[in-house]
């Protein structure tokens, strides 16, 4: 507690610090105040059908990565989601199309018209969910609930609600350049975060008001069972291998330099919580293209698709959910990871790994040693995101059993360690000691 006081102490000395972080804070405010804001024509008071029905299934993460936008029929009610399928998208074209490829490699001008790619193609994925949300109201509030009728309504509500996620999307840029952490991931936390009294809640009246399923003895296993789970998620954020680098010695002037070992940390999941984020986009796209209440149909193609990934807790849903996991695992660490790249600033440094050559053995060697401890990684993530469906069918109640798995305790864990350490360095570069020694927490 001592060190936590004196941390908080530094952080307000360093004005740069204190103001990024009070700017994250009065950014994520605008967000959470925009998330009441009822959509122009509805009247708020008959919007308990779309509790009921974001009460469970799949429709009730897509609320809660919303931080409850969707169920309140909020101006920002799409939330998020949109602009990250689109930078699925976008990032996946990066791999096979020569345009996007040559892009990528343009430095600081590439990545402005890599984003406005992706904004352009983030309207056009909205232009398509806005108006099956709004369909999606029509069928759950009754014809009183609309102060606005007909075409106007749809109109208006679509350019609304458009704007509204690009207006999420404008907050999670300006948190990145002037706050602290990413500002994307920072504000689906934050929707986590806010729906978690509520599940916590519906779980306590659900085993000790009720006096169902174990009472006050099995509310306490859940608890015990959610903290080992919590620390499982952060050995398996922080959990790395290191390859020893041996330095050579060189001499300039009067100066000696190298000669020491040193080692090089690889993330067994280097690429932290994005892969669950990218997997949940895609897998929140059946219901957003072909219609959130198409899935009540009683018979149709459309139908049969939604009623197999409306259901988390089914076989098929998590299957594809996992291997999903897994594919983006693989891809995002091949992102941010360049053997090529880290086996020449080794050799431009006169470092080299004892035992294997300098140059293209070396890229080779920790390609090899990253393919090896990512496949364990990407399973670990993929059995952790899962954990939810184990919970909902153990009897715990569904909204509550979402902070078992990687949909939201994951999340919490990897964004919260990321601003801790961006924190941290602040902190280091100014000679503060912070919350963290060696990369982990105290």
Same mark, same amino acid.
């Given at each position: 507690?001592?060190?936590?006081?004196?941390?908080?102490?530094?952080?307000? =000395?360093?004005?740069?610090?204190?103001? =990024?972080?009070?700017?994250?804070?009065?950014?994520?405010?605008?967000y959470r105040l925009?998330?009441?804001?009822?959509?122009?024509?509805?009247?708020?008071?008959y919007l308990s059908?779309?509790?009921?029905?974001?009460?469970?299934?799949?429709?009730?993460?897509?609320?809660?990565?919303?931080?409850?936008?969707?169920?309140?029929?909020?101006?920002?009610?799409?939330?998020?989601?949109?602009?990250?399928?689109?930078?699925?998208?976008?990032?996946?074209?990066?791999?096979?199309?020569?345009?996007?490829?040559?892009? *990528?490699?343009?430095?600081?001008?590439?990545?402005?018209?890599? !984003? *406005?790619?992706?904004?352009?193609?983030?309207?056009?994925?909205?232009?398509?969910?806005?108006?099956?949300? @709004?369909?999606?109201?029509?069928?759950?509030?009754?014809?009183?609930?609309?102060?606005?009728?007909?075409?106007?309504?749809?109109?208006?509500?679509?350019?609304?609600?458009?704007?509204?996620?690009?207006?999420?999307?404008?907050?999670?840029? =300006?948190?990145?350049?002037?706050?602290?952490? !990413?500002?994307?991931? @920072?504000?689906?936390?934050?929707?986590?975060?806010?729906?978690?009294?509520?599940?916590?809640?519906?779980?306590?009246?659900?085993?000790?008001?009720?006096?169902?399923?174990?009472?006050?003895?099995?509310?306490?296993?859940?608890?015990?069972?959610?903290?080992?789970?919590?620390?499982?998620?952060?050995?398996?954020?922080?959990?790395?291998?290191?390859?020893?680098?041996?330095?050579?010695?060189?001499?300039?002037?009067?100066? *000696?330099?190298?000669?020491?070992? *040193?080692?090089?940390?690889?993330?067994? !999941?280097?690429?932290?919580?994005?892969?669950?984020?990218?997997?949940?986009?895609?897998?929140?796209?059946?219901?957003?293209?072909?219609?959130?209440?198409?899935?009540?149909?009683?018979?149709?193609?459309?139908?049969?698709?939604?009623?197999?990934?409306?259901?988390?807790?089914?076989?098929?849903?998590?299957?594809?959910?996992?291997?999903?996991?897994?594919?983006?695992?693989?891809?995002?660490?091949?992102?941010?990871?360049?053997?090529?790249?880290?086996?020449?600033?080794?050799?431009?440094?006169?470092?080299?790994?004892?035992?294997?050559?300098p140059g293209k053995?070396?890229?080779?060697?920790?390609?090899?040693?990253?393919?090896?401890?990512?496949?364990?990684?990407?399973?670990?993530?993929?059995?952790?995101?899962? @954990?939810?469906?184990?919970?909902?069918?153990?009897?715990?109640?569904?909204?509550?059993?979402?902070?078992?798995?990687?949909?939201?305790?994951?999340?919490?864990?990897?964004?919260?360690?990321?601003?801790?350490?961006?924190?941290?360095?602040? @902190?280091?570069?100014?000679?503060?000691?912070?919350?963290?020694?060696?990369?982990?927490?105290?």
């Amino acid at each position: 507690m001592k060190r936590l006081i004196e941390t908080i102490r530094n952080i307000w =000395r360093i004005e740069e610090l204190k103001n =990024r972080i009070l700017a994250t804070l009065g950014f994520l405010f605008i967000y959470r105040l925009a998330s009441f804001v009822v959509l122009p024509g509805v009247n708020p008071e008959y919007l308990s059908a779309l509790d009921e029905q974001t009460s469970d299934g799949v429709l009730s993460l897509l609320d809660m990565f919303s931080g409850g936008a969707f169920s309140n029929a909020s101006v920002v009610g799409l939330g998020i989601m949109p602009y990250i399928s689109a930078s699925i998208v976008v990032q996946l074209l990066g791999m096979v199309i020569p345009y996007f490829q040559r892009l *990528q490699r343009d430095g600081e001008s590439g990545r402005r018209k890599i !984003n *406005q790619i992706t904004r352009i193609l983030t309207v056009a994925i909205l232009v398509i969910q806005a108006p099956s949300y @709004l369909v999606n109201l029509y069928q759950k509030l009754p014809s009183e609930a609309f102060a606005i009728d007909g075409v106007m309504f749809r109109v208006s509500s679509t350019i609304i609600l458009t704007a509204g996620t690009m207006f999420v999307m404008w907050l999670g840029e =300006r948190i990145t350049d002037r706050g602290i952490g !990413n500002g994307i991931s @920072l504000i689906i936390m934050i929707g986590i975060i806010a729906r978690l009294p509520h599940s916590l809640l519906a779980e306590f009246s659900s085993k000790l008001v009720s006096n169902n399923s174990g009472g006050l003895v099995m509310f306490v296993l859940e608890f015990l069972f959610l903290f080992f789970v919590f620390i499982g998620s952060i050995a398996l954020v922080q959990g790395t291998r290191r390859i020893p680098v041996q330095y050579a010695k060189r001499i300039e002037g009067n100066k *000696q330099y190298g000669g020491v070992r *040193q080692y090089i940390p690889l993330k067994v !999941n280097a690429a932290g919580v994005m892969p669950i984020i990218f997997a949940q986009a895609i897998m929140f796209l059946p219901i957003a293209f072909l219609g959130y209440a198409t899935q009540n149909a009683e018979s149709s193609w459309a139908s049969s698709i939604l009623s197999t990934f409306s259901d988390f807790t089914g076989f098929w849903y998590n299957f594809v959910f996992a291997l999903l996991i897994i594919v983006f695992t693989y891809f995002y660490t091949a992102l941010i990871m360049n053997p090529q790249q880290m086996a020449e600033d080794m050799k431009r440094n006169g470092g080299y790994i004892p035992g294997v050559k300098p140059g293209k053995k070396t890229a080779e060697f920790i390609d090899s040693i990253m393919s090896k401890i990512t496949l364990p990684g990407s399973i670990l993530l993929a059995i952790v995101a899962i @954990l939810p469906a184990f919970a909902t069918m153990a009897g715990v109640e569904s909204s509550f059993a979402q902070f078992y798995g990687g949909t939201s305790l994951l999340i919490l864990v990897g964004v919260v360690l990321d601003t801790l350490q961006q924190i941290e360095s602040h @902190l280091l570069m100014r000679h503060y000691d912070g919350l963290m020694k060696s990369g982990a927490l105290h």
